[in-house]
Each structure stands twice: as C-alpha cells, then as structure tokens.
C-alpha cells in the first residue's frame, strides 16, 4: 500500500466505518469518502439517525441487516469509530443471528467495555471480515513525533510515570483511560463521566486546593492495558486542550500511535500559542 498525503492508499478496497456519527467519525468518514467513494457508514447510535448518502442507520443489535449491508455493498474491510451508548442486553430482539452470540457478549458484559468490544471484533471476524485500525485508513487523525514535543523533562515526568503506573493497575477493572496528577499528587481518575468532565472537576478540584493559579500537573490519557487497538481508541481534540487550560495543567501525555485526534491543526496551533506540552508515551 502506498502513502499519499497522509492517506493510505486503498484504491481498490472498499470500508465500512461502524460506530456512532460523531464529529470524529463523521470527518473520518469525510476524508475516506473523498478517497473511496462507495465506502459506506453504519451508524448503530439509535438516538440520531443520520440522512446522509452513504449512511445506513440500524439498531445495534441488528446484525443480520448489518452483514447483509455489507454483503450487499461488497464490504470486506471495517473501522470501528465513533461514540455509542453501552447496549442493555435486555432490550436485544432476535433478529435471526445476533441470538447466536448472546451467550457470548452476555459473558463479556460481565467483564466490562473492553471485553465487550473485543467480542464484536471477534464476531465480525468470524463473519469474514478485517478489522482495520484507523490509521490504516488516514493518519491525518493521529500526531506524529515531528508534530510535538521533546523527551519529557524531570518533573514532568514523575507526574506522567505515576499516573501510568496507576492506569495500568487499574485496566484489570477495565475501568479508566485518563488521570491528572499534579506535583505528585493524583488529582482525579476518570470514571463513567469520560475525559472532559474529568477535567472540569479537576478545575473545582485544584480552585479548592487554592492551585488554580500555579500552573502544573499533567493529563495522561492511555489505552487500557488490555484493550483491542483496533476500537475504542482514546481521542482528543481542540476542546481537550482549551479545559487544560481551564485547569492550568501544564500538558498532556499521549501515545500517538494509539490516540485519535480531532481538528488536528487547530489542536496544534492552541497548544503552542499557550506554551502547553503533548508529550508522546509510545
């Protein structure tokens, strides 16, 4: 395969990104539709249908429908993309195939989202289908080492190793993606509020601490330990970066072969107007 413009190309496959139609997915499925036109979206988020050509909208359960999407549309590669409600099992309908998996994704409940999402890509890969990474597809959507900083210095660094330390202990539980350590200190862990939110409490956190006006500390955000690299992948983008700067952090540490990033340039330019670090743990 050869790399065009930050593009890889793919000319003679088509792909189908499964997921929820947010801003990410949907400029992901922008760029790849500019590329590969008969690429196709599968948006399995039921609280918003999307009127798009190109765009089929199915309940996340929906299996059979899905293969048959896909079949139909000649289908053979898929990216997993895009924010989606965890499913109840409970309001699951037999649809003539996905019944032969309950027993499978009732397991994986049990064991939390990782394990939940690893499953689908097992099942479609047992439907016949590659599972691509995102990047396989564009690399438009992750940084590269040119594009931020130098080796992390000292005092950055106790901040980031403990706070990677302390993610990776907690993968077992499949539980966080993102931490903000400051002078050695853990100052708040993500939990089911997802990384922005984590972020405002760490402005009321550090304003209680009277810290809000030094600033210090840093986000890392990581994939779990355990975690598929081909779904789920931690994101960031412009908004990530301006409520660090609502906390007054100094950065953030990322591995940038395995974060996804929106509005990339306009990230960019906000981080080195503001002196902020992005420092890259890969």
């Known amino acids: 395969m050869l790399v065009?413009?930050?593009?890889?190309?793919?000319?003679?496959?088509?792909?189908?990104?499964?997921?929820?139609?947010?801003?990410?997915?949907?400029?992901?499925?922008?760029e790849l539709k500019k590329k590969e036109d008969l690429s196709i979206f599968i948006n399995v988020d039921d609280t918003r249908y999307i009127n798009r050509r190109g765009v089929f909208n199915f309940k996340i359960f929906e299996l059979k429908k899905i293969l048959?999407?896909?079949?139909?549309?000649?289908?053979?590669?898929?990216?997993?993309?895009?924010?989606?409600?965890?499913?109840?099992?409970s309001d699951f309908k037999n649809d003539g195939i996905v019944e032969n998996y309950l027993p499978l994704l009732m397991e994986s409940f049990k064991k939390g989202d990782g394990n939940i999402l690893s499953t689908v890509v097992k099942i479609f890969a047992q439907n016949g289908f590659s599972v691509l990474s995102p990047k396989k597809i564009s690399k438009n959507f992750f940084l590269s080492k040119a594009e931020i900083g130098s080796s992390i210095n000292k005092n950055d660094k106790i901040d980031i190793n403990k706070s990677i330390k302390i993610l990776n202990a907690l993968s077992k539980y499949?539980?966080?993606?993102?931490?903000?350590?400051?002078?050695?200190?853990?100052?708040?862990?993500?939990?089911a509020e997802g990384t922005d939110n984590l972020i405002k409490r760490t402005v009321n956190i550090r304003k209680n601490l009277k810290q809000l006006n030094k600033k210090s500390g840093f986000l890392t955000k990581i994939p779990k330990k355990n975690q598929s690299k081909l779904i789920d992948l931690p994101v960031i983008g412009p908004k990530t970066i301006k409520l660090i700067l609502k906390a007054n952090l100094r950065g953030?540490?990322?591995?940038?072969?395995?974060?996804?990033?929106?509005?990339?340039?306009?990230?960019?330019?906000?981080?080195?107007?503001?002196?902020?670090?992005?420092?890259?743990?890969c």
């Open 4 to 30: 065009q413009g930050g593009y890889v190309n793919m000319s003679d496959n088509k792909v189908c990104v499964i997921g929820g139609y947010d801003l990410l997915a949907k400029a992901f499925y922008s």
């Open 68 to 89: 048959q999407t896909l079949k139909e549309n000649k289908i053979s590669k898929l990216v997993f993309l895009g924010k989606i409600n965890r499913p109840n099992l």
């Open 174 to 191: 499949d539980n966080a993606q993102s931490i903000i350590s400051v002078d050695g200190y853990i100052i708040a862990i993500e939990a």
């Open 252 to 281: 953030i540490a990322i591995n940038t072969k395995l974060t996804m990033v929106y509005k990339k340039t306009e990230l960019l330019k906000i981080t080195n107007e503001n002196d902020l670090r992005i420092y890259d743990l």
